[in-house]
């Protein structure tokens, strides 16, 4: 197998290896804190709605915010991003230690925390992950996820059981201390980071703005939709077992702290093992079969979970649970990553991340309410028919195969030479194109400006429009509105080598002597005289 292809490529990045590691130690601390707060509110709470919504809180804010943090990913420098969501994280994990040392701590106090140390989670994550295309190669990418779910599940394997000691011999407060300490590392680390930043060319885009064109971009991304939706359905129907853990050591296994931990780590010890077959799967299986087996191996996870009496089995069970989760949850990011450029990369991937995690709190409060009302018998039997049926969502949205579209810049527009002197705010922009396209050809000619109309509204274009001419029949026109001048530079310049392919093929359709006609225009109203002076005055102002 050629180097660039090794599973152990990226480490020979040292920016790379350095905020790995520095992760591992902040991943480290903050599975430790998990184990602290699930056990301390099984302790202080007898619900078992409450337990489960420790796992909630923490999911709640990567569903609500992680959209805007993406959007600010991908306008901002990632690295002082993460940085400020770090830093924030410490903040909180300090409050929550002392709060727990000085005896003040309550359910709701607990679950305000957790939910706080989400909030930090979802404004760094997205931030992360679209660097790690900053620090490797592209052809590194699946690699490097790979790597950050074994570094994640390599301290899951070890954390808990570390974190049960911990709480078993001094305490939730000593948890929560060493997560506090576990922050450290990486700020250290990304201090050190000094990316190499492209110079922007065009200003950034406003904050709702960045959104918006974030929403359009995936949901005129067919492949990236299916993504989400199994994404969502996963996150749903898997969360059943993380976040009933701890009634599952503490009433069908019959453990304390201890045994919880080492479930935990059981789980992790799976993911490890997930990770590592992870190259060899994608090689020999579809993305497809993939997804499926993970939504199986869950489902006798949960059931056997459900029917056990005994930490051996449930432990050996799940093995295969966290093998499945590091399956599922690498291949669709790899799948997002490798399908999305550059400028929007953490957009989508924070739409990924809110819609997987959205289903995982979703999931925590629906299994949590059922394990109050019938018991963590039934809620783990209910969930394991829940992932049979997000399974079977294959059969309708199959994944899309796993592969590398080249999707960096085409870097073919030239911004035109203008008589006017427009302003980067001028606009509205109307932009029209002339093909001249022969009888036989049309069929073809319509097939390929419905994928134009998608890459057009994808890329920031709006009222987009195919005419054709009345008077001479062989004139069709392409046309499509941005806001200003700045927009319009902008959707020219998000064109990629994967919709090359699409221009090639209207050019060759194209039957005129000269290349299809450009008109390129400003929208204008008309205005009465005497407002003239004012109407000048305003679009100077711009």
Not at 115 to 123: D, H, M, N, T
Not at 458 to 471: F, H, P, S, T, V
Not at 492 to 507: I, Y
Not at 517 to 537: A, C, G, L, S
Request: proline residues 5%; charged residues 15%; positive net charge.
């Amino acid at each position: 197998m050629p180097d660039r292809k090794s599973p152990l490529a990226p480490f020979r990045n040292e920016t790379f290896r350095l905020i790995w590691a520095a992760s591992l130690i902040s991943n480290f601390g903050g599975l430790i804190q998990s184990v602290g707060a699930a056990w301390m509110m099984a302790s202080i709470s007898s619900s078992a709605n409450m337990v489960a919504l420790v796992q909630a809180s923490t999911s709640l804010p990567i569903m609500l915010f992680s959209v805007a943090a993406g959007a600010l990913a991908d306008n901002f420098d990632r690295r002082k991003l993460m940085l400020t969501a770090q830093s924030f994280m410490l903040v909180v994990a300090v409050g929550l230690t002392l709060c727990t040392w000085y005896g003040i701590i309550t359910p709701w106090l607990l679950l305000t925390f957790t939910f706080l140390l989400g909030c930090g989670v979802a404004l760094n994550n997205p931030a992360w992950q679209a660097s790690v295309g900053d620090m490797v190669p592209r052809e590194d990418l699946p690699a490097a996820v790979s790597l950050n779910s074994m570094g994640f599940n390599l301290t899951r394997s070890i954390g808990p059981a570390i974190g049960g000691i911990i709480v078993a011999a001094a305490g939730a407060a000593a948890a929560f201390a060493v997560n506090a300490c576990s922050y450290f590392a990486l700020l250290f680390a990304l201090f050190r980071w000094k990316p190499n930043l492209s110079a922007r060319t065009l200003p950034r885009e406003d904050f709702g703005r960045a959104v918006s064109a974030g929403l359009r971009y995936v949901s005129m991304s067919p492949n990236i939709g299916k993504v989400l939706l199994r994404g969502f359905a996963f996150g749903l129907a898997t969360s059943s077992i993380l976040s009933l853990l701890p009634l599952i050591a503490r009433d069908l296994v019959k453990g304390g702290p201890l045994t919880f931990g080492l479930l935990l780590g059981c789980f992790g010890l799976g993911a490890i093992g997930g990770a590592l077959m992870n190259e060899r799967l994608r090689e020999r299986l579809t993305s497809e079969t993939i997804a499926r087996m993970a939504f199986a191996g869950f489902a006798v996870s949960a059931s056997v979970s459900a029917i056990s009496s005994t930490a051996v089995l449930t432990g050996a069970v799940l093995l295969i649970a966290g093998a499945s989760w590091v399956l599922a949850l690498s291949l669709f990011n790899t799948t997002v990553q490798l399908s999305t450029p550059r400028w929007v990369v953490a957009r989508a991937l924070s739409l990924y991340q809110t819609t997987t995690f959205g289903g995982i709190a979703a999931g925590s409060w629906i299994w949590g309410t059922t394990a109050d009302t019938h018991g963590a018998q039934t809620a783990l039997l209910a969930s394991a028919v829940a992932m049979i049926a997000g399974a079977a969502l294959g059969l309708r949205y199959a994944l899309p195969e796993l592969q590398s579209l080249n999707v960096d810049p085409l870097n073919r527009f030239s911004e035109p030479d203008l008589p006017l002197d427009l302003k980067p705010r001028s606009g509205p922009i109307v932009i029209l194109i002339d093909y001249q396209i022969a009888e036989g050809d049309i069929p073809e000619f319509l097939e390929a400006m419905t994928e134009r109309r998608r890459i057009r509204i994808r890329d920031g274009a709006g009222q987009w429009a195919l005419m054709r001419d009345l008077e001479n029949p062989t004139i069709w026109t392409e046309t499509y509105h941005v806001p200003t001048w700045v927009e319009y530079v902008r959707h020219n310049q998000r064109r990629t080598h994967a919709d090359a392919a699409n221009g090639e093929k209207l050019r060759q359709l194209h039957s005129g002597a000269e290349d299809p006609r450009v008109h390129r225009m400003i929208e204008r109203q008309t205005i009465v005289p005497h407002e003239y002076e004012r109407f000048k005055r305003q679009v100077d102002m711009h």
